[in-house]
């Protein structure tokens, strides 16, 4: 019998590869009959305001570089 309860799990991976393991875990989990176990995968971000040459950007940053919840 499973316990049904969630559970959180940290996984590190080299910085800008985030998205990438989360992706294959996501296809993984997929291939093996397993999504159902999964409720999210997660890749925390925060938005940042960067200000080059008087022009504002918002690229979005990690806000734990190279960490998959």
Not at 32 to 51: Q, T
């Amino acid at each position: 019998m499973h316990d049904m309860t969630n559970r959180w799990y940290a996984v590190h991976a080299y910085s800008n590869f985030e998205n990438k393991v989360a992706d294959s875990i996501r296809e993984q989990a997929k291939q093996r009959g397993l999504s159902d176990l999964f409720e999210e995968i997660l890749v925390p971000k925060e938005k940042v305001i960067e200000v080059r040459r008087g022009a504002r950007s918002m690229p979005s940053a990690n806000s734990s570089p190279a960490t998959c919840w």
